[in-house]
């Protein structure tokens, strides 16, 4: 496993993380909870150490809850990310607040969901359009000076905010989303804004949604399996291109011996300016074949035929 330094936080982490959305366990479908734990377990034992929540993830921190049991034991092994700011009012139904006091509040609770004294690193996870920022960011200050969190980031932001949350802030990282099939973080300037900065970035959303595993099938909103809310890959007519890219993936995994899944992770991790890629996985072989793509790097052509096939299929 390859390890970076997370912006000027002096951190080490793996450029792979375990995402842990998924593991809330009311938006993914229905998810055992013990193999969810093996998950992260084997993630560690394949030397990954970003493991990344959020209160928001589940009902009650559920995904917290998990990531606690999952790592109370082995503490010193991992680098916990998680985020407030985004408060779950009923089911997919979200209110975004980050006032100080709500701050308070979502940090005690992590901490005790996450059966630990301190937070690695504490994220704003989206701006608040009503509230503002920077009231929310001055508090993050405060809870590291106090010795609650180590480092501080932001998720969601776009760069006139991430530059806000410099100034306040002195952020480590930025957590936006990016995939083959989500590239907004490019096109925004995201990434390059991060590395001009000297802020770390931790990607999301590396499978897309788990299409980009090859292993997904159509899905409809039905029950806790809401994905199709959030990504429009599993209907038509996105479906269908999707296949597209998958067939040129499944191409170059083969070429390596390797899973689809790998090809998407390390096509996130060769953009300039990403520092960890996460990727979810809620069976420990899931967690097993993220790990494998550090173990080597998509060629230039490589990369080059995945974005022959994007321009082709998808613009």
């Known amino acids: ?48 150490n970003l493991i990344d929540t959020a209160a928001a993830y589940g009902q009650e921190g559920a995904s917290e809850k998990v990531v606690g049991k999952a790592t109370y034991d082995r503490r010193d092994k991992v680098v916990i990310a998680t985020k407030c700011g985004q408060l779950r009012v009923f089911k997919e139904h979200y209110c975004i607040c980050i006032q100080p006091g709500t701050m308070r509040i979502e940090l005690e609770n992590s901490l005790r969901y996450l059966q630990t004294d301190y937070i690695d690193l504490y994220q704003i996870h989206r701006p608040d359009y009503n509230y503002g920022i920077e009231a929310g960011l001055e508090e993050l200050v405060k809870m590291k000076e106090e010795g609650k969190i180590r480092a501080i980031g932001v998720s969601n932001f776009n760069t006139d905010q991430i530059q806000t949350a410099i100034d306040i802030a002195d952020i480590s990282s930025v957590q936006p989303q990016l995939s083959i099939l989500h590239r907004e973080t ?19 959303g590396s499978l897309a949604g788990g299409i980009l595993s090859g292993k997904a099938k159509k899905l409809d909103v039905e029950g806790k399996e809401l994905r199709p809310l959030f990504y429009n890959y599993y209907s038509e007519p996105m479906w269908s291109k999707c296949q597209q890219i998958l067939a040129v993936m499944q191409e170059i995994a083969e070429s390596h011996n390797a899973e689809v899944a790998e090809v998407a992770i390390n096509w996130s991790l060769a953009n300039p300016g990403v520092t960890s890629a996460l990727a979810g996985a809620v069976r420990p072989e899931y967690a097993i074949a993220n790990c494998k793509a550090a173990d080597w790097k998509l060629s230039k052509e490589e990369f080059d035929k995945i974005e022959a096939a994007y321009a082709a299929y998808m613009i």
């Open 186 to 204: 490019i096109d925004d300037g995201i990434l390059p804004f991060c590395e001009e900065k000297n802020v770390g970035t931790i990607t999301y």
């Open 1 to 48: 496993m390859e390890y970076r330094k997370l912006g000027n936080s002096g951190i080490d982490v793996s450029v792979i993380g375990h995402g842990t959305w998924a593991m809330g366990n009311d938006f993914f479908g229905d998810i055992d909870e013990k193999e969810a734990i093996k998950a992260i377990h084997a993630s560690i034992d394949c030397g990954l």
